[in-house]
C-alpha cells in the first residue's frame, strides 16, 4: 500500500491527524483551486490568508522531509488524479473535513484510490465526543456543555471539583459599554505583519483574479504561520487580555478590534490548536479582577466555539435551509458596497470589513445580524454575505452563527431566543448613534431610526410565534401597549424602507 497525503486549506497543523499519522518520506499535496473560490465573492485578504498560509506550511514540510506538491490548479480532481498516477498511491488520506461541503466535494471527485478521512482533531471534542454528549439530552445546552468541558479538561477549576472563584460565569463584571469621549479609553493597536515574499506573490494573484471577490486588499497585515500566530497570542495575552471582558460587547467608531484576541483567522486554520489557546490563557497569573477576562474568553474557545460545531455535526441535512420566520426580503445592495449605507451602525461595521475581513462579535451579532433579522431579510443571503465578508468564515461557523445564533432560522435548537434589538442597545453599547442622521430614540417619524421600526414590526410581524418563546413575553407586553396608529405607521416605515433599498 502507498499512502498519499492531501492537506486542505484549514488543516494546517503538524499534529493534524492525516499528516501526522505518516513517516518522512510520504507523498503529500496542498491545492489552490479557483473553482472552488467561485462559489461566492470571498474577500480578497481572505484568500491572500489562507493561499499564503498553505504555501508556508507546504514549505515547512518539504523543509521537515516530505515529498510536497504544492499545485495551483483550477479544480481538485485533475492535480489529484496526476499525483496519484505519479506515485502510485493506493490510499489517500486526509484529516475528515470538518465543512460537510468538502467532504460532499471529496466524494465526488472519483480518484480511482481507496480514501481514507481520520477523525478530525482539529477541536477539543471530536465528532463521536460530542454525539456522545449529546445524545438522550432534551435540550443542548451550551452552559452544561460547557461545564462539562471545564471538567473534562480540568480549566479553571479547584481540586475540590469547583469552578476557580467558585463561579462558572462572571457576564456581571462583563459586557460594560464603551466611556465614550474619554481619551485614556484606548484600545491598544494590533499587532501587524509586514507581507513577505510568499504573501506579495499570493497578493499578485489575488489582484489579477478574473473570479468576483469582495473588500479590499491594500493594508493586508495579517500573520500567515504558526509562529506569527503564536506571537498574536502572545500579544492578546499580555496586552488585550485583562481589558477583554469588561468591554467584550463595545463598539467605538475607529477602533476596529477593541481588546478582542483576533485569533479566529488561525484557530479555524489550524495554525493554533484551540487547547493550546486556552491552556495559554488559563497559566496566566490572574487576580480576582481579570479571572473575569480569563473566564469570559475561555467560554468562547472551549464553550461557544466547541459548542457550534458540535452542533453543526449533529445537524440534520435541512438545517441551512431552514427559515422559522419565513423571511423572503433581498439583503440590501449596501452590505456589498458601505459607501451606500446611510445607517451610521451597518456603515462602520460594513466598512471596517471592507478592510480587513474582521469585526468582532457584537458587530457581527447586534449590527449586522441583528438588522438582517428585524428586517426580515432571507436568511441564505445573510449568511451567505457573511460566508463571502469574514476572514474566518467557513461553513461550519456559518450555520450555526448566522443561521441558527443570528437569525433563528432553526426555530431555537441552538439560541433561546431570537437575538433581535432596538436602537436602545446600540446606542447603549456603542457611539455609532451620534454621528448618525437618524434619531436613536424614534421610532416613527421623519428621523426615525430604522433599527427601531423595524424591530417593533418584527415583533409584530411574528406576535404568535414568539408568544411560545417564553424569554419574550415581557418584551410583548410592550408590543400589546403600542397603539394600533402607531403600529400602523411602524408598518408602513418598515415597507418604504425596503422599497428604496
Ligand atoms: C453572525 C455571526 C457570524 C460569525 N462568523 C464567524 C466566522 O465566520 N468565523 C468565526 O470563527 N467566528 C464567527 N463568529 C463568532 C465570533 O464572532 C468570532 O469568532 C469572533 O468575532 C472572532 O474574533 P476574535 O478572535 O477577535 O474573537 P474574541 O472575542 O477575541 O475571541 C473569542 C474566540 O472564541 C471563539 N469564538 C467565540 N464565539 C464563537 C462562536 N460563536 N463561534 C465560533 N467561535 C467562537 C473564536 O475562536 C474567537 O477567536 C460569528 C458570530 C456571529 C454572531
Ligand atoms: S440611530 Fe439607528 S441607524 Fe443610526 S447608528 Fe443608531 S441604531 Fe444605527
Redesign the pocket.
Known sequence: MTVGVWIIGDQLWRQSAAIASVPLGTPVILIESLDHIKTRPYHQQKLVLIWSAMRHFAAELAEEGHRLEYIEAEGFAKPLKAWIKTHKITELRLTAPTDKSFTEIISTLNLGCNIKLLENNHFLWTETEFKTWAKDRKRLLMEDFYRQCRRRFNILMQKNGKPIGDQWNFDQDNRKPPKKNDPSFNPPKPLEFKPDAVTQQVIAKVKQLKTPTYGKLDGFTWGVTRSQALQVLNN?ITQ?LET?GPY?DAMVTGQD?M???????Y??LGLLH?LE?VEAVAAEDYDDRSLSSVEG?IR??I???E???GVYSIAPDDYGDRNWFDHQEALPEFFWDSSQAKMNCLKQCLDQTERTG????????MI??NFALVAGIEPRE?ENW??SA?????DW??K???LG???YADGGMLASKP?ASSANYVNKMSDYCKGCRYDHKARIGENACPFNYFYWDFLDRHREKLTTQGRMSFILKNLDKMTEAELTEIRELADRWHQEN
Open positions: 492578546f488585550r477583554f467584550q478590534t481588546w478582542h484576541a483576533l485569533l479566529s483567522p484557530i479555524n484551540p489557546v474568553f468562547q474557545v464553550g461557544w466555539r459548542y457550534m460545531r474582521y469585526a468582532h462579535h457584537i458587530q457581527r451579532l449586522l445580524s445573510i457573511f460566508h469574514y476572514i474566518d468564515a467557513y461557523v456559518m450555526t452563527n448566522v445564533m443570528g437569525q437575538y
